[in-house]
C-alpha cells in the first residue's frame, strides 16, 4: 500500500509542539557555537599566544634595558599624558589600586616608558595607580624615553600589540581596538569591518575552509599572505582579514565573540570597563532590552542594570545569567509565550482544511483520539491560567 499524502494532523501536533521551543533553540545553539568556537580557538592559538607573550615580553624588557643604559629619570606625575590610542580602555579601581599598594609596599619595580611629548608608550596602569591612589605620598615616576617618533597608525598598533600579549584585553576593549586599527591603517570603517569579517566566514563555512583559516593564525605573516589568496577575499576583506592575523586573532573567533561587544548598550559597556563585568555576560543582559520585554528604553535599562548588579554582587557565572535573564523576560513579558502562536494559528487553519472523506476509519479514530488528548491537555491549560 502506498503512503498517503494527506497531511498527518497528528504530525501538526507534533510540529506545533516542536515549534513552541524553535526560537529558544535556535537562540541558544547560536550561543553555544560561538562559545565553541571560543574554545576551539582557545585550544589552538593557546601555545601560540603563550610563545607571542614570552617574546613580546622579552623585547619590551630589552628595549627597556637599553633605555635604562640612556638614563632613566624622574617625572612628575601630572606631566605625563595618557595615551588617546592606548587600546586598553578598561582600569578597574581593583586593578589600578593593586599596583598602587605593589608601588607603596616595594617602590616602582620598573620605570614606565614614554615617547616624545611625555606619552605613554608603555605603563598607563602604573601612572593612574600613582596619580589616583598615592597623592601627595608619591608624586614622581621612574621613566625612560623612547626618542623614536610613531605615526598614528604605527602607535595604535604598537600599543595594542603590546596591551594584547601582556596582559588580555577583554573582548570589548579588543573590539574597539581592532576596528580603530583597520581605521587608521586603511580608512575603513566599523560597520564595513564587521560586514566584511561575517561575509568572508560564511563564505569559508559553506566552502569548510574555515580549518585552514585557523591555520593562518600560528603561521609566519610571508605564509598568511600566500594562504589567504586561497579564499579569494576582495580588497577589503583580504586588509581585514590580514590585520586580524597580524594580531593572531582569529577571524572566526573575532566575529563570534569580539565583534558583537561593539553592539553592547552603552551602560553594559561602562559595568564592563568600571566594574570587570564579563563580555559573556553582558551579551546575555543585553537580552533584557526594550524588544524582549515589550517596555520603554528607559525601563528597560533599569532592569538591565539592576540584573547587572545582581550578576556582579553574586559573581554569577555565564549560565545562571543567562538563567536570570530568561527568568526576568518570562516574568515580565508573559506576552512572549504568545510568539510561537504563529504555528498554532496555522495549525487551526490546517485542521479545519483538512478533508476527512478518503481517510481510513483506523487513522480517524487516531485523529480523534489524538484531538480529544489535546483539546482536555488545553482545557487544563485554559483552566490553570484563569484560575
Not at 204 to 210: A, D, G, T
Not at 336 to 353: A, E, F, G, M, Y
Request: hydrophobic letters at 40%.
Amino acid at each position: 500500500m502506498s503512503k498517503s499524502n494527506k497531511p498527518s494532523v497528528l504530525g501538526m501536533f507534533a510540529s506545533a509542539a516542536g515549534s513552541q521551543q524553535v526560537f529558544e533553540l535556535e537562540e541558544r545553539i547560536e550561543e553555544l557555537q560561538a562559545e565553541i568556537t571560543r574554545l576551539k580557538d582557545e585550544q589552538v592559538n593557546g601555545k601560540l599566544a603563550e610563545q607571542e607573550r614570552t617574546r613580546l615580553n622579552q623585547t619590551i624588557e630589552e628595549l627597556r634595558e637599553q633605555l635604562k643604559a640612556s638614563g632613566v629619570f624622574q617625572i612628575h606625575y601630572s606631566q605625563v599624558r595618557p595615551n588617546p590610542k592606548q587600546a586598553r580602555q578598561t582600569f578597574t579601581p581593583d586593578s589600578i589600586h593593586s599596583i598602587a599598594v605593589s608601588i607603596k609596599e616595594e617602590g616602582q619595580q620598573e620605570p614606565i616608558i614614554l615617547l616624545p611629548g611625555n606619552l605613554i608608550f608603555d605603563g598607563e596602569r602604573r601612572w593612574r595607580a600613582v596619580a589616583e591612589y598615592l597623592q601627595p605620598e608619591i608624586e614622581t615616576l621612574d621613566a625612560v624615553m623612547l626618542p623614536k617618533e610613531l605615526s598614528e597608525s604605527e602607535l595604535h598598533a604598537l600599543t595594542l600589540l603590546t596591551s594584547l600579549h601582556r596582559e588580555g584585553l577583554n573582548e570589548l576593549d579588543l573590539a574597539e581596538g581592532l576596528i580603530q586599527q583597520a581605521k587608521l591603517a586603511f580608512e575603513i570603517e566599523q560597520e564595513e569591518v564587521v560586514k566584511a569579517v561575517r561575509r568572508v566566514i560564511a563564505r569559508l563555512n559553506v566552502k569548510k575552509l574555515l580549518p585552514k583559516l585557523t591555520e593562518l593564525v600560528s603561521v609566519t605573516r610571508v605564509e598568511q599572505l600566500k594562504g589567504i589568496k586561497e579564499f579569494e577575499l576582495d580588497e577589503t576583506e583580504r586588509n581585514v582579514f590580514l590585520l586580524l592575523l597580524r594580531f593572531q586573532q582569529n577571524p572566526a573567533s573575532v566575529d563570534a565573540n569580539v565583534f558583537p561587544c561593539l553592539r553592547l548598550t552603552q551602560d553594559l559597556k561602562t559595568a564592563i570597563r568600571e566594574s570587570g563585568l564579563g563580555a559573556n555576560h553582558a551579551r546575555s543582559l543585553q537580552q533584557l532590552n526594550s524588544k524582549n520585554l515589550g517596555i520603554e528604553d528607559t525601563q528597560a535599562e533599569k532592569i538591565r542594570q539592576d540584573a547587572t548588579l545582581q550578576v556582579l554582587q553574586s559573581r554569577l557565572t555565564v549560565a545562571q545569567t543567562r538563567s536570570l535573564v530568561t527568568k526576568i523576560i518570562a516574568e515580565r513579558t508573559p506576552g512572549k509565550k504568545i510568539k510561537p502562536n504563529r504555528q498554532i494559528n496555522s495549525l487551526i487553519r490546517s485542521v479545519c482544511t483538512t478533508k476527512v472523506d478518503d481517510v481510513p476509519p483506523s487513522q480517524l479514530k487516531d485523529l480523534l483520539a489524538a484531538l480529544e488528548a489535546k483539546a482536555k491537555e488545553i482545557q487544563e491549560k485554559l483552566e490553570d491560567t484563569t484560575n
